[in-house]
Structure formats: C-alpha cells, structure tokens
C-alpha cells in the first residue's frame, strides 16, 4: 500500500466537486467514519483488527478502530455511473494511510441486471459493502474470529448482479470474477487469482439471509521465513532421500494454492428485536489452516439506545499433513534424525503463526446510542479467549496465553 498523508484523502472532497462543478446535479458525495479509543487490561499482548501491524495496550490508542471514508457518486446517464471511495485506516503499517477501495463503473442494462466493472467489495460476508462504515453496523467493529479469515476487502475485475421482487421477498444474485493484491504486515503482501464470487441474498420484510462462496489461487510473497523452511525441506528431502520432506515442502507452500471461503449469513431487525449471526468455512491446499469461524450477536432497541451482547468462535478444522517420519532409516547419518525432529516441530507450529491463525472465542457487550441523526456513540467491552498459544492477538510476549479484556468508546458518523 503507498502511503499517502491523510490531507490529501480529504482534500478528495474539494477537488471533486469541483471537476464536475458543470454537472453538480449529477454528482453525489457522501462519506462516513469512526473516532474511537481501545485499550486492553495488559501489555503482554495487542488486540488489533485483522491485519493491523500493531494495536491495543493498556494505554487507549486511537489506531484499532479509527477511520475516515469518502465516496463520489457521478451519474453519467440513466443507464451509466460511476463511483469512487477512497479509506483512511490503519491496516498493514503502523501509521494511517489512504486506500482506493472503490473505483467502478455500474451499467444497469434492465430493470433486474446490472454490470460492474472495476475495484468493488470482495462479497465474501453479510455486511461486504459497508464492514467499515461503523454507523451501519450494531457493533463498534466485526467480529475478528470471522472477519480475520478472509484478507481480501475487494477485488479487481467484473461482476453481474440481478435482482427482483416477488411478492414481498427480494431475491439478489450477484457473481464476479478477477484478482487482488493486498498488502500485509512485515512487508508481506498475497496476490488472488482466478477469484470467483457468488453471493445469493433472499430479504422478506425484516429478515434478511444469504449464502457466500469465493474460490481463488492464492500466492503469499516476501516471506522470508517461510522461503527458508520449504528450501531446508527440499534440501533435505534430497540429502537424506526422504521423498516425505519434499511432498511437505510442496504441500506446506503458498504458491498459486487452490483456497475457498464459504459462508451463511442472516439478519433480523423486527420489533426492537435485532440478531445477526454468519457461519464460515476455510479451506486451503497451503500451511494455511482450514477453519470454522462463527458468530450470534442479539439485542433490543430501547428508543434511540440500543444494548446487545455477541459470542464469537474460531475453531481450526485441520492444518498441512505433517509427513515427516518420527526416525530416519537405518543407515542414515548421525544428524538425520535431529534434523527431521527439529523440522517436524517447525511445522507443526505452523498453525498457531501467521495472520488468521489461531484459535479463540470471544465474548462481547456493548450498548449504541443514536443521540443524534447520522451520529452514534458506542461503548462495548470484550472478554478475549484464546484456545492455545496468543489466538488472534498480535506481538504477545512468549508463552502469552491469557485471556484479555478489551474496552473500546467509538463516535460513528456518516454525511
């Protein structure tokens, strides 16, 4: 990701208008963010959002759940539009910087079907389009346990997108092809090819469900760690002839493996009554786990406040196929044996390292107060599990494997 000052994100909001100043009728400019404080009860580890280089302590940071959005509507025609939104967030390095992460062309060829192409919203969750507008959403942030186990917020190609009514239900099919590169911590970055998404949403008055499925080659690079490990595999494999160190060296690398995402969704908003939850399955041909991840979040609207409590799982289904024998065959030398143990452990903690891998569950409460028309304050406190080693906390201390609370106050807006 280059690193822009935050100005120049703002600074979209001028220069726009003026661009289209002889066809400001046609233009429509709306823009939403968080100012928040987190803090945590230790400093033996950081609570961040998925791929956030650095986050909570003790002392409130600003960092974790602080952002600033702005998008630009033009419409060219009845049939033509165009749209552009531009994030200023912390993600990937610890300082803020601004992203593109909306720049398309919509064309609505019928009533029911319309075509984008461009950069759009990966469609890979229930709350896609608007997981970083926080006044959209009952919770002052997604659920890390779910929302850490797909990286990629958008993708870059073409998408078709039919919807229609029959009765009082509507029904949306949504299907896109393409890539994307994201930038990770540590100068990592992950490259997707040969995305498909399909997205498929019934809403029936307050009810809304639907069904997600990417699949995608993924390719992780710069990863120096994990260069050395696959070459001392094969290096090894071809020392001491075990074909078992070269199939694990294959199978342990991220190199254009196949990877799926799939997931449910549904969303009640009914009578003061308001639920949500989204299950997920993981599943990669890498040392990347595959997982289920999962929550419930419930609450009730008392007028403009609105209390509610969330339960969220991460729970790790299998990991790369450790092939390595206890012992080498006789005859081999001294050194073999050691090596292959040392090797063996190395791999098997492969499922604890790495962004996303991890097991926890989280338990959170928090109340949203709508003061004011396009204002929320929220407050909401969670209470973080990890299953074994640091689960998805970040820069934990060796041997960190504690439960921490969190505590989090957070200002939503949109204009």
């Known amino acids: ?201 019934a809403e029936h008055g307050p009810l809304t469900v639907r069904f997600g499925r990417v699949d995608g080659h993924v390719t992780l690079n710069n990863s120096t760690s994990l260069a050395s490990l696959v070459n001392t595999l094969n290096t090894v494999a071809a020392g001491y002839r075990l074909p078992s160190a070269a199939q694990l060296a294959t199978d342990v690398d991220v190199r254009d493996k196949k990877a799926s995402f799939t997931s449910v969704g549904a969303s009640l908003d009914w009578n003061n009554i308001v639920v949500q939850s989204e299950y997920a399955k993981r599943k990669t041909d890498s040392y990347i786990n595959d997982t289920t991840s999962w929550y419930v979040m419930g609450g009730y609207r008392f007028g403009k406040i609105l209390p509610y409590y969330s339960h969220a799982k991460l729970s790790i289904d299998g990991s790369v196929n450790n092939g390595m024998p206890a012992a080498c065959p006789a005859g081999s030398p001294a050194a073999c044996t050691p090596t292959v143990a040392a090797l063996s452990g190395v791999v098997a903690g492969l499922r604890y390292v790495g962004l996303g891998q991890g097991e926890q569950q989280t338990d959170s409460i928090g109340v949203r107060w709508d003061f004011r028309n396009s204002v929320a304050l929220k407050v909401q406190f969670d209470h973080v599990r990890p299953n074994k080693a640091s689960g998805l906390l970040i820069n934990a201390k060796p041997g960190f494997n504690s439960a921490v609370n969190v505590g989090a106050v957070a200002l939503d807006f949109v204009f």
């Not at 990701?1 to 046609?26: E, G, T, W, Y």
């Not at 609505?108 to 319309?114: A, Q, R």
């Not at 759009?120 to 608007?130: N, V």
């Not at 997981?131 to 659920?143: D, F, H, I, Q, S």
Request: charged share 20%; glycine share 8%; aromatic share 10%.
């Open 1 to 201: 990701m280059k690193k822009r000052i935050i100005a120049s994100a703002l600074a979209m909001s001028f220069a726009v208008p003026c661009a289209f100043a002889q066809d400001a009728s046609n233009v429509r400019i709306s823009g939403f963010g968080t100012g928040a404080l987190t803090w945590t009860n230790t400093d033996q580890a950081e609570f961040a959002r998925p791929n956030q280089q650095t986050g909570a302590k003790k002392n409130p940071t600003t960092g974790v759940d602080s952002n600033l959005g702005l998008q630009i509507d033009y419409k060219v025609n009845n049939w033509l539009s165009l749209t552009g939104q531009g994030l200023v967030r912390k993600d990937a390095q610890d300082d803020f910087g601004a992203e593109a992460s909306w720049a398309f062309a919509k064309a609505k060829v019928s009533d029911d079907v319309s075509f984008r192409i461009g950069r759009m919203g990966m469609p890979a969750f229930m709350i896609s389009d608007y997981r970083n507008v926080g006044y959209a959403n009952t919770m002052l942030r997604p659920p890390a346990e779910m929302y850490s186990q797909m990286l990629f917020n958008t993708i870059d190609g073409a998408d078709v997108t039919w919807q229609h009514s029959y009765g009082d239900t509507t029904y949306t099919a949504q299907f896109a092809v393409g890539k994307n590169k994201t930038d990770l911590i540590s100068e990592l970055s992950v490259d997707a090819r040969r995305i498909t998404a399909l997205n498929l949403v």
